[in-house]
């Protein structure tokens, strides 16, 4: 680990994350949530999704295109589908809602679909996932966000890096979960490499005139390619389509900007789909189903050690909850900027505590 | 088009296939419903889901190793779940049962999923898919097949090239299909290369020992790789789960081979979901929200025309009904080999009939 960056134990990191959370408007509730799936991302490595983005939430509440204590609004309810309008709260709160409705109702129907318009970014799609898996449950998870991808074949950027994905319960509670950018990178690996001085490999983005780049940019300045191609476009698409099309969301770019759009909510839309697997198959004959095809993965080659979805995440969680989750310099700069503000203290030794 | 091709009225093609299908065991709904998935499939230029496959049914048929008459039975049925056995029947009447009952299904509950175990080869995803889309539902697709990929790191080959499948409905009935292999390539893709002599580009394959190809060999002769590395590994083995751990059907190396292994039934598995669009927004407000992305999509690029997934499909699907269904002299040989033994005329001129 670099010397640039400290570690902060999972629950003060969560209790400081609440308090930012709170004192910049949210209600109880919203801290609560939001706090957790951004603590709970840095637990897990994604720390592009963690506590580094608290600052740009702040920023939007003080600009006006967020609000903090927004409750979701269930616009329609029907058997095993519900539209959920966002009013503008926290993406997070309102996905966490939204996979929390899915569950409720596939728990009666064996199958739920939550469409969800009107939110703002969600953070990773992991957090929902892992909820429906702990459930018991497959969950599936689709986003649209801001236009930084080409169609395949396109110039212009007119999709998100729109992520998909799924989740899969184990018994062990280390759960199976995709979670992809539908793109070729994701726009926080750009932003990752940018910030570390790293270059783009071939496929990754194209400039204005179409020409592939291997500089990192800022996000905004380059165009993403799909996934694969054609096959990227056509996931991705569908993303668009059941995130946005379908309920009434903003449709690329539609889609404001978290960073760079300070005059609008973001408009993102949300499906969140849950399958309650008890339905088609007993949960005791599930899980050595589940257990017997990573034993398949894990033995298909003898000299390297071969990871399912998410298990990368789970080794991670437990390195962090022991030594800490790790925060960037750039990050603990943020938040100790935000902690004087709002009068908090980092819990980490800073220069006005030195 | 090539000389060695014929062409033949799709009305024609499928009253042979009704036809052959009824001759080699098929009950008449059977025969009805097989014989349109493989008309439809050739119509709209999938010629390697098409009337090709006929012979290699009408082989396991005799082997017996697939039950031409078999009906599909609901082993469960609760709110928006069902689980279906195909009882080693046509994949492609099995799944065609799996979606209709879906859509029925989805059209109490809003949303409905129905997994199929114990099915065999199904065709291409987008018969199935179509259908949601023509009842006003999205409709999602998966289905596992033989193993022929490798996970991303590994050696052997422990998925199949493992469809994933979406549609979403227009108002002109052309709607957007994606059916897409989570490998590089379809097997299908690779088979027709090897027929045509192309060779392979890079990132597609690669031999017993883990070194790439570039020369196509005969299917089960090499390992696929997953669609851009990680990410296509991921739905890969999310294909794997929703199609077979879930549904109890066969997974990994317990799906045989449709053209390699006569001694058992292929025992693949399926999941549908069917999404009733109205449940969640008002048509006549979705049919512009939706041609509106399409618009957004083909003006990306001044200098190119970009296809919406399955566009290509309706334009071959036009193409091929005014001049006749592209048959290649390999398909009209196996069918006239087929014609004879099942004392059957083809619509073409043909050795024996001239």
Redesign the interface.
Known sequence: MSSDRVRVSYELLLELSREMLAKIGAGPRQAQVVADVMVWSDLIGRSTHGVSRLDIHAKRIDEGVLDPSAEPRIV?S????M?VDGNEGFGHYTADFAMGSAIELAR??????V?VRNSNFLGALAYYLNKAAESGM?GMAFTNSVPNV???????A?FGTNPIG?S?PRQNNKH?M?D?ATS?WSASAVRAALDQGKALPSGVAVDEDGEEITEPRPVGNFTLLP??G??????S??V???SA????SG???GVASLFNDMTRSGDNGHLM?A???S???AIE??YP??E??IK??KS?????E?L??GEKRWLTMEENLSAGIPLSRKTTNSLEQLSRRLNLTPPWPTPSSA
Chains 1, 2 share one sequence.
Request: glycine share 12%; hydrophobic share 50%.
């Open positions: 329609k029907n058997h095993g589908v539209l009666e129907q064996g199958v739920a679909a469409a497959i080409a169609a395949y074949g396109g110039k212009q007119i799924f899969a199976i995709l992809m070729s996934l694969g054609a096959k990227g476009y056509g996931l698409l569908f668009e389509i059941l099309v379908i309920t009434g449709v690329s770019k789909i399958i309650n697997l339905n088609i198959i004959d599930y189903r589940i017997s095809l398949t993965i298909s080659n003898p000299d390297k071969i399912y979805p």
